[in-house]
């Protein structure tokens, strides 16, 4: 069973970064796919990045494109999010999701993604 559990989220500045983490467990294959997703109050969850891990190929949706970076850390074990340049309509809850024996190309959709974390708060404020 897939876990994951994201780390690293909180209160911001606009303009500024944050760093989110996915801690994932529980793979049975090389071939998955991990994305992140956010989630804003009375909108619907909106995919944001997705890496293969088998070929490190990456997705990234052209509302985040050139802000956010998505990378593993394989001495952590972990899959990133690292935000820069962060607007008031960032804040958002944020999301990791994983799919075994699936390949992001060119969009990342949620109903693609059966298992999820827990999901943290990123706020940008002033």
């Known amino acids: 069973q897939l876990q994951l559990v994201e780390s690293g989220g909180g209160l911001v500045q606009p303009g500024g970064s944050l760093r989110l983490s996915c801690a994932p467990s529980g793979f049975t294959s090389d071939h998955y796919a991990i994305g992140w997703f956010r989630q804003a109050p009375g909108k619907e969850r909106e995919g944001l990045t997705c890496?293969?891990?088998?070929?490190?190929?990456?997705t990234y949706v052209d509302s985040v494109k050139g802000r956010f970076t998505i990378a593993r850390d394989n001495a952590k074990n972990t899959v990133d999010l690292e935000m820069n340049s962060l607007k008031p309509e960032d804040t958002a809850t944020y999301y990791c999701?994983?799919?075994?024996?699936?390949?992001?190309?060119?969009?990342?959709?949620?109903?693609?993604?059966?298992?999820w974390g827990q999901g943290i708060q990123v706020t940008v404020s002033s």
């Open positions: 890496i293969n891990n088998y070929d490190s190929t990456i």
């Open positions: 999701a994983a799919e075994e024996y699936y390949y992001c190309t060119g969009y990342v959709s949620s109903p693609d993604f059966r298992s």
